[in-house]
């Protein structure tokens, strides 16, 4: 048990909440220009990739140049790569201001323009825009390999859930205005987003989904889990079981929680995270309609190369 507990580890929030309100403010820089991509549903587009050093924007090809901003939190840096070469932007003890015009310059060495927009999404009480942002902050390397170790395990885990499914799903990735990780089916059926919320968020909304991912937690609920819900949210949620034990309902907060606390501790935390996502797609299923044929073999890539259609679909469902 000792070393898949070191595999998983412990997830103090007062020990990382500075560390990751500082990461989400700096990964929103490079994350303002994947608002220029097509929108998918839910804003599939905006997701970051967890890499094998930290996390990392789309490839991008405009004004004539093809890049990707690759937030490096094992390194320490961000590197700016395209066509034409790549750059290095350290990132240190300092303001978000500061790196905001560093990375601006770098960036600029390559022919790529600063982000149409510098304003700070979805973090309460930030200053409007990354230049106003004055504050001295602290890197702490050791908190952020942290986060980038608890964001890796939580994308194994989510990315297994995720593969079978036959519909629409984004790539499995972190929002970097929230900055949760996020695994999200959709099915082609419209939804009617809530009339008073700003339009960024009525557009997330537009369709029916259902979402299972991972947060650091926040001063309001200071615990890292899994979370989970379904949208629209149906009847008939309370009462349920939700694949892993202490798994629960949340009425208050509208999800399903799994606290990082009990993942860590099941017997394989990795299929504790599939099992938690079937037991939320079959509520979906059974409470709101959504079909039960959408999803296909669960098997490793290696035997599909190997062993016939028929013979998959009759041993591994």
Known sequence: MSERLNAWPALVYEDLASMVDYVNRLVQVGGKYTLDEPFEAGWGNIVLDVTPRGLRTPTFRRQGVTFEVHYRLLDSDVVVESDRGSVTVPVSDGSLAAFYASFCDAAAELGVRPPRTSLICEIP????????????????????????????????????????????????????????????????????????????MQNAARDEYVSVGFTFGDAKSPNASMYAYIWPQPDGLEGRTWGVDGAAWNPGAG??????????????????????????????????????????????????STTPPAAVRGRDQ
Do not use: N
Request: charged share 25%; net charge negative.
């Open 125 to 200: 009480g930030a200053p409007r825009k990354f230049e106003d942002d004055q504050v001295e902050r602290t890197w702490d390397g050791d908190a952020a390999r942290l986060m980038w170790t608890a964001f890796d395990l939580a994308a194994g885990g989510l990315e297994t859930w995720q593969a079978p499914f036959q519909g629409h799903r984004p790539r499995v990735g972190v929002m970097w205005g929230g900055f949760d990780l996020s695994a999200t089916r959709y099915r082609a059926h419209p939804a009617t987003p809530e009339a008073d919320r700003p339009a960024f």
């Open 255 to 304: 999800l399903v929680l799994l606290p990082w606390s009990t993942l860590r501790k099941t017997a394989d935390p990795r299929q504790a995270v599939v099992a938690f996502g079937d037991a939320v797609y079959e509520a979906a299923v059974e409470t709101a309609g959504w079909p039960a044929d959408v999803i296909g073999s669960r098997c490793d890539g290696w035997r599909m």
